[in-house]
């Protein structure tokens, strides 16, 4: 049991023994694999949230945190966020799937094309890994093509090399780093006559206005009539409400949405143009769950709130004086780490020169805010219920934490 800087009494052991449970019940212990705690803060870290409210969550010990994890992106507003809550509560009363769909898919849908600026239409899904391959699968079907060339992360289904995906999807999947143009060129010219699309997903340590990368990866997939394809799954509702594309003012023919649009309800989307939306009706994408109205219901509650209240302005402001504030004390105390990035989805950085040294430091810190009542992650991202106070209180705890020492 340790004592906090709040006074608080922390013991994380209830936390701790639900997780050896789970090993045996549940492969590495959770379905989402960037929800097991950190190698080296055993006995620190909380394993298990039992509640959140606004921007704070509870772990099952009872212990609070001031909470940047944000269900790892999903929650943009706050947890248990009114009017969100009261949207699915009263759809719960009238059933949540039936063997039709519900006036809200049409509904939600109108309000997507409203607010993506690539939409005319749209087809819900359940995760955002779905989304994706629902948008690889629709671009190879309208061209006719199998390569898609890939840059970032789309979620489990896209991945390759590894064990249980066969050699051969290597080669329908090349892949490109964030900003290299050049490299993207070349696997164009590689692949020419085979690629249906260039897919992307926006790379939160680079985003700044001035980044024509986006433009030029429009500008390569028109030059060689291919398909363009946004992943807005972590930058949609979060850098804009219409994500990258609007931010950028570069459109693609086809976009996916998940994380953020219902305020953590479970829902995604594949938006698009809508010569390539209807290939949707010669290829075959299709889940029972895909229009469930409570996560309908959620998204109707949580765009409403992004168009009544300015949601995306008090994000970037928060996560300003975030990450100004963070920057502020390492610099402060001479320690090579910083928070990078789109200040809305910040990236925690350590730049020693050494690559297990920034690990050792990481650890640390995390260790050390997580004692302190303060939850983060690599990715840290702000909601709508921070206010400036939720901020400043933890600056002072991330300041008393990097006081403590960040070398062990
Ligand atoms: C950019 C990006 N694309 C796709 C995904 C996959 O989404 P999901 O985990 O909902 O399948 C993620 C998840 O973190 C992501 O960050």
Known sequence: MTRDVVGQDRSVER???????????????????????????????????????GCRVWDVDGNEYIDYRNALG???????????????????????????????EVEVARMLTEVIPCCDMVRFLKTGGEAMAAGIKVARAHTGRDVVVRCGYHGWLQNTGEAGVPACF??????????????LESLL????????????????????????????????ADAHDVLLIFDEIVTGFRIRMGGVQEY??????????SKGMANGMPISVLAGAEGVMRTLERTTVSSTFAGDALALAGAKATIATYRERDVVGHLWRMGRRLVDGV??????????????????????????????????????????????????????YVNFSHQLEDIDETLNRWDDAVKAGLER
């Open 248 to 257: 950028y003012g570069v459109t693609p023919d086809l976009a996916v949405f």
């Open 15 to 53: 936390s701790w023994a639900l997780r050896a449970e789970a090993c045996d019940l549940i492969p590495r212990g959770t379905s989402t694999n960037s929800k097991a705690p950190t190698p080296g803060l055993e006995h620190v870290e909380p394993c298990f949230i039992a509640r959140g409210k």
């Open 189 to 220: 010219d590689q692949h020419e006559g085979r690629v249906a699309a260039v897919s992307v997903a926006g790379s939160y340590p680079h985003l700044t206005p001035e980044d024509a990368f986006l433009g030029e990866c429009r500008r390569l």
């Open 170 to 183: 290597d080669d329908c999947l090349p892949s490109f780093a964030w900003g290299d143009v050049g490299g």
């Open 327 to 380: 920057n502020a004390i390492f610099r402060g105390a001479d320690i090579p780490g910083r928070f990078q990035g789109c200040p809305t989805c910040p990236q925690l950085m350590f730049e020693t020169g050494e690559a297990e040294r920034d690990q050792r430091m990481r650890v640390a810190l995390l260790g050390g805010l997580f004692r302190r009542g303060v939850s983060i992650y690599n990715v840290s």
């Open 74 to 104: 999903p929650v943009t507003l706050g947890y248990a966020y009114p009017a969100v809550v009261e949207a699915v509560r009263e759809q719960l009363d009238q059933g949540s799937v039936y063997g039709y769909p519900h006036p809200l």
